[in-house]
């Protein structure tokens, strides 16, 4: 089983909203991934979560913030988004992060910012 | 600067034809190497991984590895329209949790 599980699917928020997208898996990886993805681009990575431990933050706008609140859980908490953020945010994992081991992706929320 | 190229299309290609998706990548490092797959509007999909030079089958699907030549290929038999979609290739290396694509192939498969 390699699913990761993402919600909501679909999300509005205005510019003042305070929001959390929420990422899981059960295959007991180890690292887990943030990426935010704009049409016809590829994923950009915007955080790396090694063993629980936030081991790659890449330079992103402190209105994302990241958590992960066990092995399993991933979680970004957004507040005063802009417009430009609308996007495709995907949560991924892998087993570890040796660089050898696959990435699986969630199916990602999509992101509207008013 | 680490960097994955990919002609990014559109590839149009008859169905039943072999499709042919291309990656070279510039960072001689790389030592993993990924194709995901990529419906409008969905996730990236896994196809497959290959970390050694040669060729690598999985059902209709064959990547192909060339380290010297710095380059990443994914062949497709007897395409299906469902196989439209963007192809993403990205590379890693032992010890780099980051993964870099490139910009995607658009694949139409012309039924």
């Known amino acids: 089983d390699t699913e990761v599980t993402q919600t909501p699917k679909h999300l509005v928020m205005g510019m003042t909203n305070k929001k959390s997208l929420k990422c899981e898996q059960h295959?007991?990886?180890?690292?887990m991934y943030w990426y935010k993805q704009k049409a016809k681009k590829p994923p950009e990575l915007m955080f790396v979560?090694?063993?629980?431990?936030?081991?790659i933050n890449e330079s992103v706008p402190s209105r994302f913030s990241p958590e992960c609140p066990n092995s399993s859980l991933l979680n970004l908490h957004l507040h005063a988004l802009q417009p430009e953020d609308s996007a495709l945010y995907l949560c991924a994992s892998s087993r570890g992060t040796s660089g050898t081991d696959t990435q699986y992706f969630g199916p990602g929320t999509r992101l509207t910012v008013l | 600067q680490k960097e994955v190229e990919q002609n990014s299309g559109p590839l149009s290609v008859p169905e039943g034809a072999i499709a042919s998706l291309n990656c070279t990548y510039s960072d001689r490092v790389s030592q993993s190497f990924f194709w995901y797959r990529q419906y409008s509007g969905k996730s990236p999909e896994l196809i497959m991984s290959i970390y050694s030079n040669g060729d690598k089958e999985d059902g209709r699907f064959t990547a192909q590895l060339n380290k010297a030549s710095q380059y990443v290929s994914l062949l497709i038999r007897d395409s299906q329209p469902s196989d439209s979609a963007t192809y993403l290739c990205a590379t890693s290396y032992f010890g780099n949790e980051k993964l870099t694509f490139g910009t995607g192939t658009r694949l139409t498969i012309i039924p």
């Open positions: 979560y090694s063993y629980e431990k936030l081991s």
């Open positions: 295959m007991g990886h180890r690292a």
